[in-house]
C-alpha cells in the first residue's frame, strides 16, 4: 500500500515545474566553431523546454517510474497474459555483441551464430508442438493467427477447394474473429456446454464443406482442457477441414501434451507469454507457427535451413504465402526465448507443471470466497465469478480488481470470457513462490469480506494510486496526446 499522505494526483506536470533560466549540468566551453545548418533545416523559434535545476529533473523522472507497475514490482496475475519473472540472463545472452551488432542485412555466411540459432528454435518448437515446420517470421499470436488462416486459404486452394468459414469458441480470445474478419472468412460461433468444453452437439451442426477449420485456445480461455478435443479434431477431419491452435495457454502443457498429438495442424506460440519475453509494455513479441508437412510448402519465405554444417535463409519457396515481415522476425526475441529453453533443457516440462500446481493451489483457497463457474481442476488459469457479490453486496468484478491494487497486486483480468458473468480470470504463472500466491489469497478473501462488510470502500477503490476511476471509454475516444506542444508552432505540422 501506498503511504497515506502522499498525494499522487496532484504531483505537477514537468512544465509546471519549469523555472525561466534553471539548467542541469554545464559542460565548459571550449570555443569550438558552431556547426552550420543548412538553410531550412533550423527553427523558426526555439523548442519549449523545461527548465528545472537537474534533481528536480532526475526526482520528476523517478516520481513517474515509482508509479508503474510491473511483474518486477509485485505479483501480476494477469490471465491469458502470462506475466511471468523474465531471467535476466536472457538479457545477458541477447545482448551478447555477435547478436546484439548483427545487422539485418548481413550475409548468411557471415551470420551463422545467429542462423544456427534460429534454426535450433525451430527445431525445439516444432517439438514442443508435435509438428515438424516452423515459420519464426510472425510478430505476435494475432499475427500468427492471420498467417496461419492464410496458410489454410493457401493450402485450400492448391487443392482446388472452396472454403469460406472459420469456427471459433464463444469463449475465443477477441483476436481469433478479428482474424477471420481480416482474412476474408466468415465466422460461426460454437457454444461452450456446462463442463467447459466445446458444445459437440452444437459443434457437428455448425461443420460443413464450406468449413475451412477450427480456431481453438486450449486449454481455453477458462483454464479448461477440452475432454472432447480428439472428437472435435475427428469431426473436423471428416470435414476436410483444419485445425488452427492458439497457442497463447502453451504455459500449461509444455512437454505434457502437444497439440500436433491432439490433431491440430497449424500452431501458433507467443513466445512472449509462454517462453520469457517482457512484455505488457507493448512488445516487442514473437508468434511463430508450427504446421503439419501438408502446409509446409506454404510457410512465409524466407525459411532458415540447415545443408551439412551451414545454414541459410531460403528463399526459394514457390508456393510461399510470402513474407509476413521484415527480414527475419525479432530476432532479439528468439535469443531471450532460447535461452530460457535452454536453461531448462530436458526439464521445461517442469515449467509448465508448476503453474498448473500453482493454479490449483491458488483456486482450491479462493473457491469458498467467489463462485467457480466450472468446478474441475484447472489447467495454469481458472476464472472465478463476483456474481454473488454482486447479488448481495452490489460489488462487481470491476471493484475487486481496483481494490486489489490497494493491496499491491495487479488485477487480474476482468470479464473475460464473455460466458462468464463478472469474471475474474487469474494466471498465477509458475515464477511466483508460495509467499506470494498466500499474499494474493490473504487479499482476494479480505476483499470479498470487505464487500459484505463495507461496500463503500470497495467503490471508491484504489485508494492508494495516482488515479481513481477512469472514464474508460472517453480516454480511449478522446485521447489527450499533445498537451504541452499544442500551442507550440515549432511542434505544428
Ligand atoms: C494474448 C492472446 C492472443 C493474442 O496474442 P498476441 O501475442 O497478444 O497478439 C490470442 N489468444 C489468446 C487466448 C490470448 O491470450
Known amino acids: 500500500m501506498t503511504e497515506p499522505g502522499r498525494a499522487w494526483g496532484d504531483a505537477p506536470l514537468i512544465f509546471e515545474r519549469s523555472r525561466s533560466g534553471r539548467r542541469g549540468g554545464r559542460v565548459p566551453d571550449y570555443g569550438l566553431p558552431k556547426p552550420e545548418l543548412p538553410p531550412g533545416l533550423s527553427r523558426a523559434r526555439a523548442p519549449r523546454l523545461p527548465e528545472l535545476a537537474e534533481p528536480e529533473l532526475v526526482r520528476h523522472i523517478t516520481a513517474l517510474a515509482d508509479r508503474t507497475f510491473g511483474v518486477d514490482t509485485g505479483f501480476y496475475p494477469l490471465g491469458s497474459c502470462t506475466m511471468k519473472h523474465n531471467p535476466r540472463v536472457n538479457e545477458r545472452v541477447g545482448l551478447l555483441p555477435g547478436f546484439r551488432d548483427l545487422h539485418p542485412h548481413q550475409e548468411d555466411e557471415g551470420a551463422q551464430g545467429a542462423l544456427e540459432l534460429m534454426w535450433t528454435l525451430q527445431g525445439i ?167 503439419r508437412e501438408t502446409i509446409e510448402p506454404f510457410l512465409p519465405a524466407p525459411v532458415v535451413v540447415r545443408e551439412g554444417d551451414a545454414f541459410r535463409l531460403d528463399h526459394d519457396r514457390p508456393k510461399s504465402i510470402g513474407r509476413v515481415r521484415g527480414f527475419a522476425g525479432p530476432f532479439g526475441v528468439f535469443v531471450r526465448s532460447y535461452a530460457y529453453m535452454r536453461a531448462y533443457g530436458p526439464a521445461l516440462r517442469e515449467m509448465s507443471e508448476v503453474a498448473v500446481l500453482n493454479a490449483n493451489y491458488v483456486l482450491a483457497k479462493l473457491r469458498d470466497a467467489y463462485d467457480l463457474p466450472y468446478d474441475r481442476h484447472c489447467m495454469h488459469e481458472f476464472v472465478l465469478s463476483a456474481r454473488s457479490l454482486k447479488r448481495d453486496h452490489g460489488i462487481t468484478a470491476l471493484d475487486v480488481a481496483k481494490r486489489l491494487m490497494d493491496y499491491g497486486i495487479h488485477p487480474p483480468t476482468v470479464y473475460f470470457p464473455l460466458v462468464v458473468p463478472e469474471a475474474l480470470m487469474i494466471e498465477p504463472t509458475e515464477t511466483e513462490p508460495k509467499e506470494r500466491l498466500d499474499d494474493f489469497v490473504d487479499a482476494m478473501q479480505a476483499i470479498a469480506r470487505e464487500a459484505a462488510e463495507s461496500p463503500e470502500l470497495l467503490k471508491e477503490a484504489p485508494h492508494g494510486r495516482p488515479v481513481r476511476r477512469l472514464d474508460e471509454v472517453r480516454a480511449a475516444k478522446q485521447p489527450v496526446l499533445r498537451y504541452a506542444f499544442d500551442d507550440d508552432p515549432a511542434f505544428v505540422g
Open 125 to 291: 518448437l516444432a517439438e514442443v508442438a508435435g509438428l515438424p515446420a516452423v515459420t519464426l517470421q510472425p510478430a505476435a499470436g494475432s499475427q500468427g493467427e492471420l498467417t496461419g488462416l492464410m496458410l489454410m486459404r493457401a493450402y485450400f486452394a492448391d487443392r482446388g477447394e472452396e472454403r469460406d468459414t472459420i469456427v471459433t469458441a464463444d469463449t475465443a480470445h477477441g483476436t481469433n474473429p478479428a482474424s477471420v474478419a481480416m482474412a476474408g472468412y466468415k465466422l460461426e460461433r460454437v457454444e461452450t456446454d456446462a463442463r467447459g468444453n466445446l458444445d459437440l452437439e452444437d459443434l457437428r451442426g455448425k461443420v460443413d464443406e464450406r468449413t475451412a477449420g477450427l480456431m481453438l485456445t486450449n486449454p481455453s480461455t477458462l483454464g479448461l482442457f477440452d475432454e472432447g478435443i480428439e472428437e472435435v479434431a475427428r469431426i473436423f477431419h471428416d470435414a476436410g477441414a483444419l485445425l488452427y491452435y492458439d497457442g497463447a495457454n502453451l504455459n500449461a502443457v509444455v512437454g505434457i501434451s502437444r497439440p500436433g498429438d491432439m490433431g491440430f495442424d497449424i500452431v501458433h506460440y507467443n513466445l512472449h507469454k509462454t517462453f520469457s519475453q517482457p512484455h505488457g509494455g507493448g512488445g516487442p513479441g514473437g508468434g511463430p507457427v508450427a504446421v
